[in-house]
C-alpha cells in the first residue's frame, strides 16, 4: 500500500463524517408521515402510527410534551372531568368519565396516574404526556421550532416541506397538524394597547386589591379570570357580545362550565359585580383628559390614569385614546351601566390558529365559523385545498363547533383514530375494521355499544357506527365520521349493498326546554322521539345519502332525512337495558329493516317451528338448524352459577303467547326472552 493512501482514506472518511453532521443539522430528513407539534392529539396521532408500524416523527418546539400546561390555564385548574370512581370494570365505559387520558392498548396508562382529583391540576398533564411517550417510545423530536411549511409537487406526488429555526428541512408525504390554539385572540378597537391580555396578567389575587376591573369576554377563562380576583376586587364587570352561554345547558362543553361560575351569583344577587352584552368593535377604551375641573363637592376622585369604557358613536377624534368629559358615555345617558372608571380591563378572548408557519400553496384557508379562528377542513379533518394535510385537536373543531366535544381532549382522541383510519386505507389499503356478525346477533352488539362505548357518547352527532346489512348477516363498522357518510365506500373500503345500513348515533333532543324543570325527561318509550337528553338514535337508509342530502339537511340534525328512524327512549342512568323501554322496541325496529323475526328461540321452539312453517326464524336456521341450538336452561344453570352470576328461576322460551317465566310486566309486550344481560368485563 503506498504511503499516500491511507491518508486519502482517512481524509475522505473525515469528510464523509463531516457532510453526514451537516446533513443532520441543515440537510434533509423524509417520512412518511409528520406530525407537527407534541401535544395530546399530536402524540395520540403518534400511538396510532405506531402501533400500525408506520414511518413517522413528532416534531415538537419545546423542550418535552403539553407544553401549552405549562401556562395555561393560567390560575392552573383544569376543567376536563377526572372521574376516577364509576362503581364500573368496564374500561371503555370508564373512559365516558375519564375526559384526560389517551387511547392506548395499555389498560394501565391512564391520567389518574398523575391526579386523582376531579379538576386535576393543569401541572399534571404535562407529566402524563411525558408518561405516555415513554411507557409507548413514541418518536418524539423536541426543540424544532417549524417556521415554514410549503407544498411541492413532483411525479410521485405532493408532499410537505417543513423547514426549523436552523435551516434543516424534514419532507413527509402526509402532515398531520396538531399545534393547537395558542395564538391569543385579539380585537382591534380604539384603546386596544391599553388592555392586558389573559397570557401575560397576573395571577396573584392581592395585586387587584380594591381594584375596579373589566374583563372582556365571557368564555371560561374570562370567568376564570373573574373568579380568582372575586374576593379582591372592589367590583368585577364582564362585557362580550354575546349572553353567558351555561355548558348545562348548551351540552357543549366548550361553554361556561360550572365550576367557573361564581360571579354569576354575585352579578345575580346583587353584590357589585355584573354581566354587559356590546360589540367590542364599538367600544372605545380610553384615559379622560386632564381638564382641570373639579366637582361640585371639592376635588376628583377618580384615581390618576383610570380606564374609561365609552362608545365609538361619542368620540370625535377616532383614533385616540385620550377622551374627553363630553366624550364619555355618562354625559350623554346618567344611568350608562359603564360610567364608572376602571383600574384594568383584561382581555380573555381565547386563542386562535397559527396559520403564519405556512406559505401560500399549504395554508388551509379559515373556517367559516368560529370567527375564522380556526383552518377550514373537509368532513375527514383534511385541509380544505391541501390534500394530504390533516388537522388534528383543538384545530380541528371547526367540523363541530359549538357541536361536541371535538375541541376537547375526550373528543379528538377518538377524531384522531378516525383520521388514522381513512390514512391506512388511503394509503397503506387497509379497510376500515369492522365485525362481521350475523344478523341475529346485531341486537346484542347495539346493546352492547350503547351501553359502553365511549367514542360516540363523547363524540355525538360527529361519529356513528355504521352497520351494513347483508341479508343474513352484517357488517358492524365503529365510529365511523358522520359528515363524511356519503363517502363511506371511498374512506372506509366498504361497500354498501342493496339490503342498506343503519347508522347508530347518539343525540339530544333539539327543542328549547327548561333542562332543571319538572318537565325535562322523557320517560315513556312510546314517545322516546320527544327524548331532551343523550340518547341513541338509529337512522335506516336503504343508500347512502349523497352530499346534497347531507348540505341540505334539517338544521341541527347530523343525518339527512332516512328510510325509518327509532329513538331509544333516554335513561336516567344512561345504560339503555331496560326489556320493555329500550329491548323491545329496538327488536322491532330492527326486524322493520332487515325484514325477519331476531327474536330468540330454544331448541324446542326451533323444532316446533320447523315442523309447522315453511320457513323458520333467522335464528333457528343459524342456530338450530345448523345444529347449534340454545341448550335447556336446566343445562345452563351450572356454568351461570360457576361464572358468579346471579339467575332467576325460569321456564324455556315459547315462540307464542306470553311466557309465564317472564315478569308480569312483559306479558303485555308479547316479549319471548330477555336478553338484556350485560358483563362488566
Known amino acids: 500500500m503506498e504511503p499516500s493512501l491511507p491518508s486519502l482514506i482517512l481524509f475522505t472518511l473525515i469528510g464523509f463524517v463531516i457532510t453526514s453532521s451537516n446533513d443532520h443539522h441543515n440537510g434533509t430528513r423524509r417520512y412518511d408521515y409528520c406530525v407537527l407539534g407534541a401535544g395530546p392529539a399530536g402524540l395520540q396521532m403518534g400511538y396510532f402510527l405506531s402501533k400500525a408500524r408506520r414511518d413517522y416523527i413528532i416534531l415538537e418546539r419545546n423542550s418535552g410534551p403539553g407544553s401549552f400546561f405549562n401556562t395555561y390555564p393560567r390560575h392552573r385548574k383544569l376543567i376536563s372531568i377526572n372521574k376516577i370512581h364509576t362503581g364500573r370494570r368496564n ?5 365516558r368519565h375519564d375526559w384526560n387520558s389517551l387511547l392506548s392498548d395499555k389498560p394501565d396508562l391512564l391520567f389518574k396516574r398523575v391526579s386523582r382529583e376531579f379538576y386535576p391540576p393543569a401541572d399534571a398533564f404535562p407529566l402524563y404526556l411525558s408518561m405516555f411517550v415513554k411507557e409507548l417510545g413514541l418518536k418524539v423530536q423536541y426543540g424544532v421550532d417549524v417556521g415554514r411549511i410549503r407544498a411541492v409537487q413532483s411525479v410521485t406526488g405532493r408532499s410537505y416541506i417543513l423547514t426549523d429555526q436552523h435551516a434543516s428541512d424534514y419532507t413527509c408525504s402526509v402532515l398531520l397538524v396538531a399545534t393547537g390554539l395558542w395564538v391569543p385572540q385579539k380585537v382591534e378597537f380604539v384603546g386596544s394597547d391599553l388592555v392586558e391580555g389573559y397570557e401575560s396578567i397576573s395571577t396573584d389575587p392581592d395585586d387587584y386589591k380594591d381594584q375596579a376591573v373589566l374583563i372582556l369576554g365571557k368564555g371560561n377563562s374570562a370567568f376564570e379570570t373573574a373568579q380568582s380576583v372575586l374576593g379582591r376586587a372592589s367590583r368585577v364587570h364582564m362585557l362580550s357580545s354575546s349572553p353567558v352561554r351555561l355548558a348545562w345547558q348548551t351540552h357543549y362543553v366548550g361553554d361556561l362550565r360550572a365550576v367557573n361560575n361564581e360571579l354569576i351569583d354575585t352579578y345575580q344577587l346583587k353584590s357589585l359585580d355584573g354581566l354587559v352584552e356590546a360589540r367590542l368593535e364599538k367600544i372605545v377604551i380610553a384615559r379622560q383628559k386632564e381638564q382641570g375641573q373639579k366637582r361640585s363637592g371639592g376635588e376628583r376622585k377618580e384615581k390618576r390614569g383610570q380606564l374609561y369604557l365609552t362608545l365609538k358613536k361619542y368620540v370625535n377624534t377616532k383614533n385616540s385614546s385620550d377622551v374627553t368629559r363630553e366624550e364619555l358615555p355618562g354625559h350623554h345617558i346618567d344611568n350608562f351601566p359603564m360610567r364608572k372608571p376602571y383600574d384594568r380591563v383584561i382581555r380573555c378572548l381565547g386563542f386562535r390558529f397559527n396559520f403564519s408557519i405556512f406559505d401560500g400553496s399549504a395554508c388551509p384557508p379559515n373556517s367559516e365559523n368560529a370567527k375564522g379562528r380556526l383552518p377550514g377542513v373537509t368532513a375527514w379533518y383534511e385541509g380544505n385545498d391541501t390534500p394530504g394535510l390533516f388537522v388534528l385537536g383543538t384545530a380541528s373543531h371547526s367540523r363541530d363547533y359549538r357541536a361536541s366535544a371535538g375541541g376537547f381532549i375526550h373528543g379528538f382522541r377518538y377524531t384522531a383514530r378516525a383520521v388514522h383510519q381513512v390514512l391506512e386505507h388511503r394509503y397503506h389499503g387497509n379497510p376500515w375494521p369492522s365485525t362481521k356478525l350475523l344478523t341475529t346477533q346485531l341486537q346484542s352488539w347495539i346493546l352492547k355499544r350503547v351501553g359502553e362505548a365511549s367514542g360516540p357518547y363523547q363524540m355525538f352527532e360527529v361519529l356513528g357506527d355504521v352497520i351494513l346489512l347483508h341479508g343474513s348477516h352484517c357488517e358492524y363498522v365503529e365510529e365511523f365520521l358522520l359528515q363524511a357518510l356519503p363517502h363511506f365506500s371511498s374512506l372506509s373500503g366498504h361497500e354498501v349493498s ?4 343503519i347508522v347508530l348515533v347518539m343525540q339530544y333532543g333539539k327543542k328549547k326546554m327548561d333542562y ?4 325535562r325527561a322523557e320517560t315513556d318509550w312510546t314517545k322516546a322521539w320527544q327524548s331532551n337528553f343523550l340518547h341513541p338514535v338509529l337512522y335506516y337508509y336503504d343508500r347512502l345519502p349523497t352530499e346534497e342530502e347531507m348540505k341540505t339537511r334539517s338544521h341541527g340534525w347530523p343525518l339527512p332525512r332516512p328510510k325509518a328512524i327509532h329513538h331509544m327512549v333516554e335513561d336516567f342512568l344512561t345504560e339503555w337495558d331496560a326489556p320493555l323501554s329500550h329491548i323491545q322496541p329496538l327488536r322491532r325496529f330492527l326486524e322493520r329493516c ?19 312453517h315453511r320457513k323458520p326464524p333467522l335464528f333457528c336456521q343459524q342456530g338450530y338448524l345448523n345444529q347449534l341450538g340454545v341448550p335447556r336452561y336446566s343445562q345452563l344453570r351450572q356454568p351461570v352459577y360457576e361464572a358468579g352470576l346471579r339467575t332467576t328461576e325460569q321456564n324455556d322460551a315459547g315462540t307464542s303467547g306470553a311466557n309465564p317465566a317472564l315478569p308480569k310486566y312483559l306479558a303485555p309486550a308479547g316479549a319471548a326472552m330477555s336478553s338484556g344481560l350485560q358483563l362488566d368485563l
Open 91 to 95: 374500561r371503555e365505559f370508564n373512559l
Open 498 to 501: 342493496n339490503h342498506g345500513l
Open 516 to 519: 332543571l324543570g319538572r318537565g
Open 594 to 612: 332487515v325484514q325477519t323475526d331476531l327474536r330468540a328461540f330454544y331448541a324446542e321452539s326451533c323444532f316446533h317451528s320447523a315442523l309447522t
